[in-house]
């Protein structure tokens, strides 16, 4: 794949991760509503999918689950600061600093989910 | 002028959220400490006005959120367009909005 000037750019990276950690996020959406509906219906079956969920890679899809929540959430921000704010020279610092920010969120997450009993 | 109130809702939506989604990732970190199961999550939300409140705004304003969000990229990269595009747009929305509602509903009522 040809890789476009434009896109060497660092906050190309910020562009392209925000969109498609939301994307990713809508789409998973539909399944985090689905399973918190089995509580109403059939809570045997929520028990059965929140065993489900100690499996290790089960747990690591979960890490990054909260990594793209945290992300985006990071990026949205630095977004929001880009379009309202004078201009900083700083945008690249502030979309590594969402980056950083991301990953410490969902290894708190993950630690918490990980160590533990 | 659609575009216009598209990206207003896009950011108030977000604004919202920016609470909510610090609220949500707390509690998962708090909830999973102990591993999950569906009583330990009922307990803590089941009759609780405050939890339906929070969540009940939480799914419709990532419904709205979501939508506008897909609009665009089905916009530039399916290269949707016109009606097609916001028949598209608006049946996400909906069935996010339900689907949420549903879910919250289901863990708080």
Redesign the interface.
Known sequence: MKVSGHQRHGLWFAYISH?LS??L??LF??L???V??????D?AA??GF?SW??LWYVKVAEYGL?FL??LH?FG??RL?AL?WLPWSARQKTYAATALAAGFA?ST??FL??TF?? | MINARLYIMQRLTALIMAPLVIGHIGVMIYAVQNGLSAAEILGRTQGSYFWAIFYGTFALAVAIHAAIGLRAILHEWVRLDGMVLNLVCWAIAAGLAGLGLQAVYSVTG
């Open positions: 969109r939301g994307l996020l809508a959406l539909p985090h509503f689905w918190l509906s089995l509580a109403l219906n809570r929520l028990d929140l969920t100690d909260v929540l945290s959430f949205g921000l929001m379009e969120v708190s997450f918490s989910a533990y009993g």
